[in-house]
């Protein structure tokens, strides 16, 4: 059913990344066939950098990861067959997008997450309370839905059905977690595959921060059990 002549959008949230939104934009691979970077509530030149490095730029002012992710599928729905989601800080290898999508292409799956987990991480890249984070949150997964996630990844990749199948609500940090329990919930062929895992370009809004990282993980232990 999927391809690689299917119709792939990616969707890049991206918030003050204008540093590193050309470089995320310049190693997607040539199969996709629109790059949607949603701006969400940049002051800085994110998306005049994002649009002339050849991306749809949509704007989203109201704040929130997941906000982002939704505004962005709103436009791609329009043609996509095929989501993939990843970063725009740079700290995502791009080119591995093709490693995400052959399980799809292949009809192994309808969901795939890139596991930074199961690839290999440059030194600092993941902060010692995000490996905790992922591990304590994909342990408390193991134990009430009975699946073994490596990793709550933002790279990945969904067809357009599958997607449409688990009505997403989040808006900010759960979004992740959501999507992936859902597809369990749902019976969705899952895969996860290795990804490599850098130092993003710039601080990050989450993990670098007390209060992000609290707040990250307070909501996505309530998105856990809000599902159960």
């Known amino acids: 059913m999927y391809s690689k002549e299917s119709h792939i959008s990616v969707v890049i949230p991206a918030y003050n990344e204008e540093q590193a939104i050309a470089k995320v934009i310049s190693e997607v691979p040539s199969l996709v066939n629109e790059i949607i970077v949603v701006s969400n509530g940049s002051t800085d030149d994110t998306s005049k950098v994002a649009s002339e490095a050849g991306a749809t730029v949509i704007e989203e002012p109201i704040m929130g990861y997941g906000q982002a992710c939704l505004t962005g599928i709103a436009h791609a729905l329009i043609d996509a067959e095929i989501l993939v989601f990843l970063d725009g800080d740079y700290s995502d290898y791009p080119v591995e997008m093709t490693n995400l999508l052959m399980p799809i292409f292949d009809g192994d799956a309808e969901m795939v997450i890139g596991s930074r987990a199961l690839g290999r991480k440059s030194k600092g890249a993941m902060m010692p309370q995000q490996i905790f984070g992922n591990w304590l949150a994909t342990s408390l ?22 997607y449409q199948s688990l009505g997403m609500v989040d808006t900010n940090y759960g979004w992740t977690v959501e999507m992936q329990i859902k ?46």
């Not at 193991?142 to 067809?159: C, V």
Request: glycine fraction near 8%; aromatic fraction near 12%; hydrophobic fraction near 40%.
């Open 183 to 228: 597809g369990l919930k749902k019976r969705l062929k899952i895969l996860e595959v290795p990804v490599n895992y850098r130092l993003r370009i710039g601080t990050s809004k989450v993990s670098g921060t007390v209060k992000g990282t609290i707040m990250a993980g307070c909501k996505i232990i309530l998105t856990i059990f809000k599902y159960l």
């Open 141 to 162: 997964i193991k134990f009430f839905y009975n699946h073994s996630y490596t990793d709550l990844g933002p790279f990945r990749a969904i067809t357009k059905d599958a």
